[in-house]
């Protein structure tokens, strides 16, 4: 069983900064992505960036220049440095863990306004 904690939301004001950080437990394959995903109120679930096992990093449009994702492969963790925050990414971040199955983290509440 494999399980996500996320940690790192909150509310900012436009122009600030958060990072948020995930941990994943269990049984968990080298051949990995981890990675970030967002759900705002009425909206899909979109995927802010992504990085595989080897470091390979896929980032959406609006992720990119702003945020910046990392892991650690030894720790099992994948942190998102978010900077200057637009009300706009005002959302539920989820963490997933896709190896052989989807994996999902209970997701962590940021709030950019004013």
């Known amino acids: 069983q494999v399980q996500l904690v996320e940690s790192g939301g909150g509310s900012v004001q436009p122009g600030g900064s958060l990072r948020l950080s995930c941990a994943a437990s269990?049984?968990?394959?080298?051949?990995?992505?981890m990675g970030w995903y967002r759900q705002a109120p009425g909206k899909e679930r979109e995927l802010v960036a992504r990085?595989?096992?080897?470091?390979?990093?896929t980032y959406a449009a609006f992720a990119k220049g702003r945020f910046t994702i990392s892991r650690i492969n030894a720790k099992n963790t994948v942190d998102l440095q978010m900077n200057s925050l637009k009300p706009e990414d005002t959302a539920v971040y989820y963490c997933?863990?896709?190896?052989?199955?989807?994996?999902w983290g209970q997701g962590t509440q940021v709030t950019v306004s004013s």
């Open positions: 997933n863990l896709f190896t052989r199955y989807n994996y």
């Open positions: 269990g049984t968990i394959s080298n051949i990995n992505i």
């Open positions: 990085i595989t096992w080897h470091g390979s990093i």
